[in-house]
T-cell receptor
Framework: AQKVTQAQTEISVVEKEDVTLDCVYE???????LFWYKQPPSGELVFLIR??????QNEISGRYSWNFQKSTSSFNFTITASQVVDSAVYFC???????????????FGKGTRLSVIA | EAQVTQNPRYLITVTGKKLTVTCSQN?????MSWYRQDPGLGLRQIYY???????DKGDVPEGYKVSRKEKRNFPLILESPSPNQTSLYFC???????????FGEGSRLTVL
């Protein structure tokens, strides 16, 4: 069964610090997608990145970077030089390619609440 | 602008009073789904629809109904709401297959 674990429930950092959010996943499928979503205090879910299981290249987008390692089943998210606007709950999610009736739901971790203090 | 629109955004109701949360997407997506978000439990799938007239249960379907008469709309129906359905609800859509879900802004429902 698929599972996503975000062991860090809450993290507080001071502005301009770097912070890494951990995500460990479990799946029996060889083809799957991993995602990160951001949920700011306003409540909406904002898509950040998608990575498929065959692409282990790390990705950088501005201050955000993602490290995907299949050997450790991890897909960690680093924010460099954090800002107050980064304060949010961050969710890691997994979707397996092997569809149940065509449904490929996102299975979410419980989320990590990041507080960036000025 | 590509978006998923949910209404109402906030609702307080009483036990047993039927309600519908509407969801509409303008991206011509085949796949739509409903999730609920609860503290400590994260996001869980309620129902999904692969296309018009094709719907099926997710992980927590009890107490909910859905319909998909048109491609763009996927309403969530609570026939007889109970307090344990107090939650934050999200509608989402995407093209068929794998890929990221686009979420609505959420509907916060309180059942007294």
């Amino acid at each position: 069964a698929q599972k996503v674990t975000q062991a860090q429930t809450e993290i507080s950092v001071v502005e301009k610090e770097d912070v890494t959010l951990d995500c460990v996943y479990e799946t029996r499928d060889t083809t799957y997608y991993l995602f990160w979503y951001k949920q700011p205090p306003s409540g909406e879910l904002v898509f950040l990145i998608r990575r498929n299981s065959f692409d282990e290249q790390n990705e950088i987008s501005g201050r955000y970077s993602w490290n995907f390692q299949k050997s450790t089943s991890s897909f960690n998210f680093t924010i460099t030089a954090s800002q107050v606007v980064d304060s949010a709950v961050y969710f890691c999610a997994l979707s397996e390619a092997r569809a149940r009736g065509g449904n490929t739901p996102l299975v979410f971790g419980k989320g990590t609440r990041l507080s960036v203090i000025a | 602008e590509a978006q998923v629109t949910q209404n109402p955004r906030y609702l307080i109701t009483v036990t047993g009073k039927k309600l519908t949360v509407t969801c509409s997407q303008n991206m011509n997506h085949e796949y739509m789904s409903w999730y609920r978000q609860d503290p400590g439990l994260g996001l869980r799938q309620i129902y999904y629809s692969m296309n018009v007239e094709v719907t099926d249960k997710g992980d927590v379907p009890e107490g909910y109904k859905v319909s998909r008469k048109e491609k763009r709309n996927f309403p969530l129906i609570l026939e007889s709401p109970s307090p344990n359905q107090t939650s934050l609800y999200f509608c989402a859509s995407r093209r068929t297959g794998l890929g990221e879900l686009f979420f609505g802004e959420g509907s916060r429902l309180t059942v007294l």
